[in-house]
């Protein structure tokens, strides 16, 4: 009874060992993928912010605390309209002084110059006079012009886009008060890598994905390439000209997919499907074949096949490191 305990255990064990070794060394389980026809896109990617093309960043040129503002956000505007006014109590009492300053100065140049002109007067005197009213003009002017400073006014007619500032605050030298500008119509303003740059051309369209619209492609057309690049970013300003349906709103940000080659009915493969220039094809008996393909465009999901792969032949994706031909393999992955 004993033995046949033992005998019993090692079956057991032998059992277990067996099935463990036999699960261990199955096939990989994978995805396979038909290869099918479709467009195959190359695409340059860059990020972008939408702007109208005509507008104006509005910053006052002197600091002050504003005690006047239209509220005028989202209304038509004409050039020239007061959006801010900035606290000008000491600069208005600057220009009173100096007016004040300036009539007296100007009575008694006048004066002097009657008895210069009848010898009683001398010239040094008539002098010091002229030059002092002189002075005292240009010290008005400036004065005057200091007081118009602290008149913030719309640079160009349209619409105010966003206010910032309010009454209370204080305005400080190049802080955005206000955008004003035309609300249409829309470009896009894109940032394109450098060593990408040689391949955006003006005319070609882009597609764009804006977070405010999960799931719709947008299109764009490329308009101009700004001649300088950034030296510290590394990039070119890029811009884009929007349909004038579209939805996007002026301050949204997106992607930016520029089309520089197309090629219609071609045959696409899942860019993770290739292993250096070759994919890993499944047989009809499940064995897998390492075969070396041709690609010809090379999109960001997609790639093209021109030559060594058929349409309907099934290859993995994404490619599994280590197979090799011959290699068995299990489709647990759905086909697509």
Do not use: H
Request: charge should be negative; hydrophobic fraction near 45%.
């Amino acid at each position: 009874m004993r033995w046949m305990r033992i005998a019993a255990f090692v079956l057991v064990a032998g059992g277990a060992v067996t099935a463990w070794f036999l699960w261990s060394n199955r096939p990989p389980e994978v995805t396979v993928v038909a290869a099918s026809r479709g467009e195959a896109a190359e695409i340059v990617y860059a990020t972008g912010v939408i702007e109208p093309e005509s507008w104006a960043k509005v910053t006052p040129v002197r600091r002050g605390r504003i005690v006047e503002s239209c509220n005028c956000e989202g209304e038509p505007i004409e050039a020239g309209k007061l959006l801010f006014r900035l606290d000008d109590g000491e600069v208005k009492a600057r220009v009173e002084e100096m007016r004040s300053r300036l009539e007296l100065a100007q009575i008694e140049l006048a004066r002097t110059t009657g008895l210069f002109e009848r010898g009683v007067a001398t010239r040094e005197k008539y002098d010091q006079l002229l030059a002092q009213v002189a002075e005292l003009r240009a010290g008005l002017a400036a004065a005057e012009s200091q007081l118009l400073d602290l008149e913030i006014r719309a640079p160009l007619g349209g619409q105010v886009l966003r206010i910032e500032g309010d009454v209370g605050e204080v305005a400080e030298l190049g802080e955005a008060l206000a955008w004003v500008g035309q609300p249409t119509p829309l470009r896009v303003i894109a940032d394109v890598n450098e060593e990408d740059i040689p391949l955006v051309l003006v005319g070609q369209d882009a597609l764009l994905k804006a977070d405010a619209f999960p799931g719709r492609m947008l299109e764009a057309t490329v308009s101009s390439i700004t001649p300088m690049g950034d030296p510290d970013l590394k990039t070119y300003r890029v811009r884009l000209d929007l349909p004038g349906e579209t939805p996007l709103r002026i301050g949204m940000s997106v992607d930016v997919n520029i089309v520089i080659r197309l090629e219609s009915n071609a045959i696409l493969v899942p860019a993770p499907a290739l292993v250096g220039d070759a994919v890993q094809v499944v047989g009809v008996n499940g064995a897998v074949e390492l075969r070396p393909v041709e690609i010809g465009v090379r999109g960001a999901d997609a790639v093209q096949v021109t030559a060594g792969l058929e349409v309907g032949e099934r290859v993995i994706s994404p490619a599994i490191d280590g197979l090799a031909t011959g290699d068995k393999i299990r489709t647990g992955g759905a086909e697509e």
